[in-house]
């Protein structure tokens, strides 16, 4: 069996997978936009928390900031074209938090190396 090069946090999937797949399921009319509003929101809000996680220094407030601003705009203005916006700034974020760095990381191929050694020590 393969690892994938790619390591996210499964809370951080779980978590915007959700608040994804709720909206879908607002923008196709199986769900009730005022009564999942409150979860969708919440989760949104979990997923800034998680991206501002990820940042350091004086950046993180001002990504809490920005990305509190950004979902409420979406969720107030919930479409299909915000939906695919959402979509791809979700992708761009995975990509420049848990793809590049790990490929980037001068460490790579020694951790790489020791992650399949302790693979077969026992």
């Known amino acids: 069996m393969t690892k994938s090069k ?57 990504t809490l900031l920005i990305g509190f601003g950004l979902a409420y705009w979406f969720l107030s203005h919930l479409s299909w074209t915000v939906f695919g916006i959402e979509l791809v700034l979700l992708t761009v974020a995975g990509y420049v938090f848990f793809v590049a760095p790990r490929a980037k990381s001068p460490h790579y191929e020694k951790t790489k190396q020791l992650e399949e050694k302790l693979k077969n020590c026992c």
């Open 6 to 62: 790619i390591k996210i946090c499964p809370i951080c999937f779980g978590t915007s997978g959700s608040w994804i797949l709720l909206s879908f399921g607002v923008l196709t009319g199986f769900l009730e936009f005022a009564e999942f509003q409150p979860i969708i929101a919440l989760l949104m809000g979990g997923t800034v928390v998680g991206i501002s996680y990820q940042t350091r220094g004086t950046v993180r407030p001002l």
